[in-house]
C-alpha cells in the first residue's frame, strides 16, 4: 500500500541554521509529492511540489526515486518558518493524497 | 484571493445525532474532497466529487457518510448518526483539476466534536 513516512514529530534549529524535514513514501509507480504547510491558526497550504523543481520562501525539495524520498530543506532557517509540514503524495493521478503524520518544525531566536 | 470557506468552525454533537457540515469551494474549482484529522493522528482523504458524483472514496467513507452539492455553490458533508470516533477535524479541499499542477485548496476547518 502507498504510505508516507516523516520520521520527526518535532524538529527544533535555531534561527540561521539550516533545516532539513524528512519525507520517504512508499510506491513503486511514479509518485506526484508535494508539501503542505500550516501555519499556526492557518489553514493547509500548498508549499512545493516536485514537478515545479521550484524554490518557495527559501525551500527546495528534491524527489529521489532511488531512496523514495523527498526531504524539504531550507538552508537558513528563519522564525517565520514555524510550522507544522507535511509531506503528501499522489498516485496514478488519483483524487486523494496521502499524507505524512506531519513534523512540526520550530525555530528558535 | 478567493479561498475555500467551512462552516461552522466548531460543532459539537450527541453521538447518534446527524450532523452536516458546509463548505464553499473556490467558484471556478470542478473537483471538490473531503478530508479528516483525528487529533494527533495524519490527515485521511475520505471523498472526491466531480461533475455531481463521487469520484473515489476511501474505506473510513462508508454508509453512514454522505456527500452533497445542493445549490451549485455548497459542498456538504453529513454523517448520519456520529458515533465518539468521528470526532476530528474536517477539511474541505477543491481544485481546477487534477493535473499535476492543480493545486487542492484548503479551508480552515470544522472542528467536530461528538459527546
Known amino acids: 500500500a502507498q504510505r508516507v513516512t516523516q520520521p520527526e514529530k518535532l524538529l527544533s534549529v535555531f534561527k540561521g541554521a539550516p533545516v532539513e524535514l524528512k519525507c520517504n513514501y512508499s510506491?513503486?509507480?511514479?509518485?506526484?509529492l508535494f508539501w503542505y504547510v500550516q501555519y499556526s491558526r492557518q489553514r493547509l497550504q500548498l508549499l512545493l511540489r516536485h514537478i515545479s523543481r521550484e524554490s518557495i520562501k527559501g525551500f527546495t525539495a528534491d524527489l529521489n526515486k532511488g531512496e523514495t524520498s523527498f526531504h524539504l530543506k531550507k538552508p537558513f532557517a528563519q522564525e517565520e518558518d514555524s510550522a507544522m509540514y507535511y509531506c503528501a503524495l499522489r498516485v496514478d493521478s488519483n483524487y486523494q493524497l496521502i499524507w505524512g503524520a506531519g513534523t512540526k518544525l520550530i525555530i528558535k531566536p | 484571493e478567493p479561498e475555500v470557506t467551512q462552516t461552522p468552525s466548531h460543532q459539537v454533537t450527541q453521538m447518534g445525532q446527524e450532523v452536516i457540515l458546509r463548505c464553499v469551494p473556490i467558484?471556478?474549482?470542478?473537483?471538490f474532497y473531503w478530508y479528516r484529522q483525528i487529533l494527533g493522528q495524519k490527515v485521511e482523504f475520505l471523498v472526491s466529487f466531480y461533475n455531481n458524483e463521487i469520484s473515489e472514496k476511501s474505506e473510513i467513507f462508508d454508509d453512514q457518510f454522505s456527500v452533497e452539492r445542493p445549490d451549485g455553490s455548497n459542498f456538504t458533508l453529513k454523517i448520519r448518526s456520529t458515533k465518539l470516533e468521528d470526532s476530528a477535524m474536517y477539511f474541505c479541499a477543491s481544485s481546477v483539476g487534477l493535473t499535476q499542477r492543480d493545486t487542492q485548496y484548503f479551508g480552515p476547518g470544522t472542528r467536530l466534536t461528538v459527546l
Open positions: 467558484s471556478n474549482h470542478l473537483y
Open positions: 510506491y513503486s509507480g511514479s509518485p506526484e
